[in-house]
C-alpha cells in the first residue's frame, strides 16, 4: 500500500512544479508533511505531548 501512495504522492508533487513552479511545490510539499504528521498522531505513532502539555520538569523546584 505504501508504494502507491508514495507514487501518488510523487505525481501530485511533479505536478504541482510541472505546471505551477516552485511555489505550489512547496505548498504541496508543505500541506503533504501536515497530514502525514497528523495522520500519524491520530494513529497514536506519533507523541505530541510534548508541544501541547507541559511535562512539568524542572519547574516544580524552582522558587523566583
Do not use: C, H, N
Not at 3 to 9: D, E, K, M, N, T
Not at 24 to 43: C, D, K, N, S
Amino acid at each position: 500500500m505504501w508504494p502507491v501512495i508514495g507514487l501518488a504522492y510523487g505525481t501530485v508533487l511533479g505536478l504541482a512544479a510541472g505546471f505551477g513552479g516552485f511555489g505550489p511545490f512547496l505548498l504541496v510539499l508543505f500541506f503533504g508533511v501536515v497530514g502525514f504528521l497528523a495522520g500519524r498522531a491520530i494513529e497514536g505513532e506519533l507523541d505530541l505531548s510534548g508541544l501541547f502539555g507541559s511535562s512539568g520538569r524542572g519547574t516544580a523546584g524552582r522558587k523566583s
